[in-house]
C-alpha cells in the first residue's frame, strides 16, 4: 500500500455517540418525528448535513436548517478525542511512508471543526467531504476523488472505516477496505476485508518493516 483513506466519525473519532444526539435533537427541535441517536446512525448513511435532516424531516432542508444542526452540535464537539491508539497509528504510517487522506460523509464544516478539535488536522494531506460529491457511500466518488488529490492509485490504497458503506466504497473504488472494529458498529458483515481489532493492527499489515506490503487477506470478525 501507498495511501492509507480514514473514515471519520466512529473510525478516527469517538464521534458517533455526539453527532447522532445533535441530529435527534435537531430534528426534534425543527418540528420532526421524536427520533433515537441509534435511529440517526441507521439513516444517516443517505449522506451530508442536509440530507439527513431532509431524510427525517420528509421536506427540502437548507441554511436555516443546517445551522440548527450547529447550535447543537458545535458546543458538543470540543471535547471530542481521537479513539486511543489513533495518534501513534498515523505517526506509524507517516514513518513508513504511507500517504494519509480521510474521506467522511460530513460537511466540510464538520469535518473541518471535529478533526482540529481531536488534534488530527494537520496529520493528513487530504480531507475529502460528504458535500464535495455528487453521490455518497457506498459509491466511490468521494474514495476515487481522495485517491486523485493523493496522486495515489484506487490499488494502492487501503480505506479504513467502521461501517458496512465503507467497506462497500472500498469495493466499488478497487481498493483494499478495512473494517475498523474498534469502532463497534453493529451490521457489519463478514466479508473480503481486513478486520483490524485495535488501531495498531494495522501496521503490520499496512506498513510492515522493510517497506513491502503484504497481499490483501480475508479476515472474518
Not at 8 to 26: E, K, N
Not at 94 to 109: I, W
Request: aromatic share 4%.
Amino acid at each position: 500500500m501507498r495511501a492509507v483513506v480514514f473514515d471519520m466519525d466512529g473510525t478516527l473519532v469517538d464521534s458517533v455517540p455526539t453527532v447522532s444526539r445533535a441530529y435527534a435533537d435537531a430534528i426534534q427541535s425543527l418540528g420532526g418525528p421524536p427520533v433515537t441517536p441509534d435511529e440517526v446512525v441507521a439513516g444517516w448513511h443517505v449522506g451530508h448535513t442536509e440530507l439527513v435532516l431532509a431524510h427525517f424531516l420528509g421536506r427540502a432542508c437548507g441554511p436555516a436548517e443546517v445551522e440548527r444542526f450547529h447550535a447543537h452540535l458545535d458546543p458538543a464537539i470540543a471535547g471530542l478525542r481521537p479513539f486511543p491508539g489513533i495518534p501513534a497509528l498515523l505517526d506509524d504510517l507517516t514513518d513508513a511512508g504511507l500517504r494519509l487522506g480521510v474521506f467522511t460523509a460530513a460537511t466540510r464544516r464538520v469535518a473541518t471543526s471535529m478533526l482540529a478539535a481531536a488534534g488530527i488536522d494537520m496529520r493528513f494531506e487530504v480531507v475529502v467531504a460528504g458535500d464535495e460529491v455528487d453521490r455518497p457511500k457506498p459509491a466511490p466518488d468521494g474514495l476515487l476523488l481522495a485517491e486523485r488529490r493523493l496522486g495515489v492509485p484506487a490499488e494502492a490504497t487501503a480505506y479504513v472505516g467502521d461501517a458496512e458503506v465503507d467497506l462497500g466504497c472500498a469495493r466499488a473504488a478497487g481498493s483494499q477496505g478495512v473494517h475498523a472494529a474498534w469502532g463497534a458498529r453493529s451490521g457489519v458483515r463478514v466479508g473480503a476485508h481486513l478486520v483490524a481489532v485495535r488501531p495498531h493492527d494495522l501496521v503490520p499489515v499496512l506498513a510492515p518493516p522493510g517497506g513491502h506490503t503484504v497481499s490483501p487477506v480475508i479476515a472474518t470478525s
